[in-house]
């Protein structure tokens, strides 16, 4: 299945789409050197091993291999196939083109079968409460409301917000009639099955429903807000835990975020979703949430590949603080620049911006307290300095932050603050600190000694002799289409050892078959396997002598001809040995005739 698009309007494309630029757009990249750098979004890592070339407009993560240009990474980030990747890259520089006659057979298939139904289950689900909100008579106490609220008609629709009918099984019947299984349809939130009868109901019964988007914009979940509120339901009722929807890892609004993130070089962290819907009915565009659940280290993994300055909003009362101090450490822990905003008299945002203002709250979002003015501000809450007991606490917990933590100029600076505060003397204070700051770095050795053990960094992969010759001749293969025909007319028209590259090379022929030239971003992007890309972009980035490019091509399949060799011997010797034992003595002697004449050929080469 070959997509449709022009050649040169894919060529045009993807010259015109700056790999630097586009990668921007969803991870903070430094320059060092003449490479970009920063952590990888393909896998879990602290350290940047993921580089960006502008020259040759190629990415390479050396912590798990992921390569590729930019296509293939808008392919790989956003899950989509070709077409979709170059029709995404071309919107971005005003080319439109429409693909929705596309085969989607060349889809990459990184959502499994149910977690696909599961997704298109929630659009159409998503789409059929939009309808019922905005198009029909009984959504209309929804939809005044949402108005009295404070919504315009445009906000609910940017964010497809929706009304579940008071019906026990609208739904329910819904999906069955459009053929999805009602098992998946539990599994994934949206019905329950009745225990009695084995029949199915709605999960959300006459509630405002507001999708939850995954990262890459598909609805995974809702959280569904009563009309009229009772004492025996919750206000909100979100999805349960299911495989689209995982609580320890959405960030609520990311999708529409990230652009503003990136652009802005700061992401606000809320603690509910309508929080967002508030911040971005104020003009705060680079908003997100977690989804019911308190910080986690994945939610910082996503944020991290976008951004090192976060700003954290939770609501003023009680939970709100310490939710917040929670947070701003795990953030400050992962090396992350945090600030935090401290509403005033116990509001949410939501309430804030009520009460106060739109205007109010952007200059609130505008001027966050430093980390540590936070952690001073926490420290001081509830405490009495008319109390000696409360004086000593105080500085104690002040000082337990400003180990291990701040530069000597900031510990002076702190310092300075907390004696004025206190009354207690400079001196005294430092004494304190240097006795914290001794047992500080004595636990903080231990701990790294014990940390390098147990997670040291990704070694790349060590490959063996037979390994780096496939990859150096594989490499010849894509920048020489002759070295492949040279090698379909030898005797040895299959030279590859290992599965992977085998079907690299079959995949190359093809390839060669069809475009009659070597172009090995165009291959790349020919190749629907994540890992066939890998091995491919790995060997064209290996370095290569294309003055010595006929002894490392003879060297390299000389070298895989020994291994094939070996691996022959191996099996010749297993079934001389089986023959023995069963007796057929002139079998084995064959064998062993069979087994020598190879060795010979061996020690030739
Ligand atoms: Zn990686």
Known sequence: MVNKIPEELIEKIRTESDIVDVISEYIQLTKRGRNWFGLCPFHNENTPSFSVSEDKQIFHCFGCGAGGNVITFVMDIENVSFPEAVSKLGERIGIHIDIQNQSMDNRIHRYSKKEENMLNAHQFVAEYYH????????????????????????DIE???????????????????????????????????QRENDHTY???????????????????????GRILEPKESEAKYLNSPESPIF?????????????????????????????????????????????????????????LKRLVRNVVICYDGDHAGWEAAKRASELLYNEQMEVEVVVLPDKLDPDEYIRKFGPESFVQMIERPHAYMSFMMMYARRNKNFQFENDVLQYIQEVLEQLVGRTSPVERDLYIKELAKETKVSEEAIYAQFRKLDADFAKNYKRAEQKNTIINGPIQPKNLNATE??????????????EVVNNILRSEEPQPFVHDEYIAAFVRLIGFYEEYGTSDYQRFLEMLDDPELRRIVMEAALIERDP?????????????????????????????SQEAERMHEHKKALELLQRIIELKRTLSAI
């Open 131 to 154: 309808h019922l909100l905005l198009n029909t008579e009984d959504g209309e106490k929804a939809l005044n409301y949402l108005f009295k609220r404070g919504f315009t008609r445009e």
């Open 158 to 192: 940017s964010n497809g917000i929706g009304y579940a009918l008071p019906n026990w099984d609208s739904v329910a019947v819904l999906l069955q009639r459009k053929g999805f299984s009602p098992d998946e349809m539990v599994e994934s939130g949206l019905i329950i």
């Open 201 to 223: 109901f709605d999960r959300f019964r006459d509630r405002i429903m507001f999708p939850i988007r995954n990262e890459f914009g598909k609805v995974i979940g809702f959280s």
């Open 246 to 302: 995982r609580k320890s890892e959405v960030l609520f609004n990311l999708d529409k975020a990230r652009a503003s993130i990136r652009k802005k070089r700061q992401a606000i962290l809320m603690e509910g979703f309508m929080d967002v819907l508030a911040a971005n009915k104020a003009g705060i565009d680079n908003a997100v949430a977690t989804m019911g659940t308190s910080l986690t280290k994945e939610h910082i993994t996503r």
């Open 468 to 481: 780096r010759a496939e990859r150096l001749l594989l490499s010849h293969m894509l920048f020489d289409m």
């Open 547 to 575: 003055e010595f490019k006929e002894a490392e091509i003879q060297d390299s399949l000389k070298q895989l001809k020994k291994h094939r060799l070996k691996l022959e011997i191996e099996k010749l010797m297993h079934d």
